[in-house]
């Protein structure tokens, strides 16, 4: 159990790793980044002491409300482009979750072996983490908008929906 807390410490560590670059990236800053740092190490450590790996739905959507008030907090952004971009992170984390454990389902002949395989854990962990801060990382670099400028909210949606659709599709033919 407590390596099992120390895994799930370390990937929160690394999903606020990712959403600060993605935010840096993203928004221009408001506040020092020493308030930016506190932001972030409360935000997370609430959504490590309240989460629950079964049940998703809490998860969720505790992860997009501590961004959405991160963001807003420490960056000036509006609150609907703080929606959608929690959203989509949110979105991006789910799938390549759902991947990696389908692919770590064919190793370990188990879909549910994160569960309880510790081994299997620490596989999902790290390659669901690497996966997602790539996508975050790419996708920021793709829509990197003029600081100065509010963001094209469009472009935004259609980043949204379009990993959505084809998710859909995937999940269809599995």
């Not at 670059?21 to 993203?26: E, G, N, R």
């Not at 703080?82 to 188990?110: G, R």
């Amino acid at each position: 159990m407590m390596f099992e807390n120390l895994c799930y410490a370390v990937v929160f560590l690394a999903e606020a790793m990712t959403a600060k670059l993605y935010f840096d990236l993203l928004f221009e800053k408001k506040k020092k980044n020493s308030f930016i740092h506190l932001c972030f190490l409360i935000g997370y450590f609430i959504l490590f002491s309240i989460f629950d790996s079964t049940v998703f739905i809490v998860n969720a959507a505790s992860f997009v409300i501590v961004n959405v008030v991160i963001i807003l907090l420490s960056y000036k952004c509006g609150i609907f482009t703080a929606i959608l971009h929690t959203l989509y992170m949110t979105f991006i984390m789910s799938c390549t979750e759902y991947l990696v454990v389908l692919f770590l389902t064919a190793i370990f002949k188990d879909y549910a072996a994160y569960t309880y395989n510790f081994v299997a854990m620490v596989s999902f962990s790290i390659l669901s983490k690497i996966i997602y801060f790539l996508v975050i990382v790419i996708t920021a670099k793709v829509i990197k908008p003029n600081k100065k400028e509010e963001k094209n909210l469009i472009t935004i949606l259609l980043f949204c929906i379009l990993p959505l659709a084809s998710t859909t599709i995937v999940v269809s033919f599995v």
